[in-house]
């Protein structure tokens, strides 16, 4: 579903910040990019998103990421910000749900079916007509993750989905990443949501794959984590 | 909750007054824009000298503060920033026109004298009629009213991420002044000698975020195209407002009422 082949990135000249980066995600797959801060996990969806172009190849679903293809490969992709006041800009949920379905080309009345069942799948139908600037941290990230669902998209990306939330709505938000059956690519430096919410993980320091395999070793390697700048999932640690 | 914070909740205040419920909030955006539009025009219009025939004017608003409930209180707690500045405009004119126009009892009032109360009286009513507007009028239904009056896409997109982006650019500059106040305590405002960095720092900071949610736009299938919602319909009741409304600003701006109230009275 996604591949990377050899990529490289730098915002300034001589300063990498991705090298020669490689994996490959198959459809279905939901996969945690950890990594300390800035080892570069949010310059990776934005590289896959087409935000950032490097050297080497992106695929999504067989396409390579280029200019022309935008419109393709964005269509497949949900990305769900790291900051939930910049991805919702409209005056209510209701709106800012139902701006993708309309620039998809659906029609008022199925964009808003579409917008209804996928508020009354995650339990949120009273947010609906809330304004933005009235709900909660948490429910502002649970409608930024309706509104992406509403989508439809075939990969969904979120970037620290779990940051800036208390634990209750931590919870909720895990448990709603849990549920959906798309291919997902999270990334986070909370591993214990990792750990709930991915079989697999790719750890990354400073742009480069350290370590990539199956959630349950990764995370349990103590020695591993701790020479990338990071520390065992809270419930591993054996406190 | 700081300055700016306040001012960020007070935009959105406006989206909620808009989002209420009033035989005003009910017609369609088309109908109150064009009769906006058409009442400016007329109170532009009017003679400078002629006060008494343009303070009839001030009905409509008063009229459509009652009926759509929003509160004058409202109105000009919101304006104060603006409405002084517009209200200036005419100071100077007492000063340039001083020949005697009118005697009120045995005071003579210059021209310039009743010019500078028609100019701030024109003010004061194009703002209320435009604060009216957008009070009772969400932003995306008045822009679909506006894309409807074939104002080009691009201006109209322009005017809606403008009011969006203001709220951005308030809130960046709230995490500043706080962060700035936690390092310089007991400080009232910002020392002059950080203005520069403060507002380099601001724009950096906002131009950051306008990217981060015009990205978001454009990840959702955003081309440069608005769906906006299209509001009320125009119908019948929308048209009838729409006539009526203009049928009252000429009948009021030709036929001085106030003069002709007055005459009836005297006789
Ligand atoms: N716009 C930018 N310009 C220059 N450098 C940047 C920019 N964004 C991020 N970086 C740098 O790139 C590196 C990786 O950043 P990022 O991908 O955001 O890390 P992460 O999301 O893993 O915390 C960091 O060292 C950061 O300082
Ligand atoms: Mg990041």
Redesign the interface.
């Known amino acids: 579903m996604i591949e990377f082949q050899h990529v490289s990135f730098s915002y300034e000249k001589g300063r990498s910040v991705i090298e020669d980066l490689s994996f490959r995600i198959e459809r279905g797959e939901s996969v945690g990019l950890i990594g300390a801060n800035g080892a570069g996990k949010s310059t990776v969806m934005k590289l896959l998103?087409g935000?950032l172009s490097g050297e080497g190849k992106i695929l999504v679903d067989g396409i390579e990421v280029n200019k022309a293809s935008l419109?393709a490969v964005?269509?497949r992709?949900g990305?769900v910000?790291q900051?939930s006041?910049?991805?919702m800009?409209?005056?209510t949920v209701y709106?800012d749900m139902i701006?993708?379905p309309?620039?998809?080309g659906l029609s008022r009345e199925e964009a808003e079916r579409r917008v209804d069942d996928v508020l009354e799948r995650l339990g949120l139908q009273e947010l609906k007509y809330r304004?933005n600037?009235?709900i909660s941290g948490g429910e502002k990230r649970m409608a930024a993750i309706a509104?992406i669902l509403a989508?439809e998209p075939e990969v969904i990306l979120m970037d620290e989905p779990s940051a800036a939330l208390d634990p209750y709505n931590r919870r909720i938000v895990i448990n709603t990443i849990c549920g959906l059956s798309q291919t997902k690519l999270i990334t986070s430096h909370d591993l214990d949501m990792i750990l709930d919410t991915c079989e697999r993980v790719i750890l990354l320091d400073r742009g480069r794959i350290v370590a990539d395999g199956p959630a349950d070793e990764i995370l349990r390697n103590r020695e591993l984590l701790e020479a990338h700048r990071m520390e065992l999932p809270f419930c591993l640690a054996g406190r | 909750m700081n300055k700016m914070e306040k001012a960020?909740?007070e935009l959105?205040e406006m989206?909620?007054l808009a989002?209420q419920d009033s035989p005003i909030h009910r017609l369609s955006p088309l109908a109150k824009l064009l009769s906006t539009i058409l009442y400016i025009v007329v109170v532009v219009s009017f003679h400078k000298y002629d006060l008494s025939g343009m303070a009839v004017m001030l009905l409509f608003p008063v009229l459509l503060f009652q009926i759509s409930g929003i509160p004058v209180r409202t109105c000009f707690y919101k304006l104060r920033i603006v409405l002084p500045l517009v209200m200036a405009v005419g100071l100077f004119n007492p000063f340039y026109d001083r020949a005697p126009l009118l005697t009120i009892g045995s005071v003579p009032v210059s021209g310039g004298v009743v010019s500078m109360l028609s100019l701030m009286l024109k003010g004061l009513l194009c703002l209320m009629a435009s604060f009216l507007l957008i009070a009772t009028t969400?932003?995306?239904s008045l822009c679909a009213a506006l894309r409807k009056l074939h104002l080009p896409a691009m201006l109209v997109t322009l005017l809606l991420l403008t009011y969006?982006y203001v709220?951005v650019m308030t809130?960046e500059l709230a995490v500043m002044t706080d962060a700035y106040h936690l390092c310089a305590p007991g400080q009232k405002g910002i020392h002059v000698s950080a203005w520069g960095s403060f507002l380099g720092q601001l724009l950096l900071r906002s131009m950051d975020?306008a990217q981060?949610?015009y990205?978001?736009?454009?990840?959702?299938?955003?081309?440069g195209?608005f769906?906006y919602?299209p509001g009320r319909p125009f119908g019948p009741q929308d048209a009838l407002y729409t006539i009526g409304c203009a049928a009252a600003f000429l009948l009021l701006r030709f036929v001085n009422a106030a003069e002709l109230l007055g005459r009836l009275v005297v006789r």
């Open positions: 998103l935000l419109p964005r269509r992709l990305f910000l900051n006041d910049n991805q800009f409209m005056p709106e701006f993708a309309l620039n998809y304004h600037h009235r509104t989508m | 960020l909740h959105g989206d909620d989002a969400p932003i995306d969006r709220g809130e975020r981060e949610l990205n978001s736009m454009q990840l959702r299938g955003y081309h195209h769906h919602a």
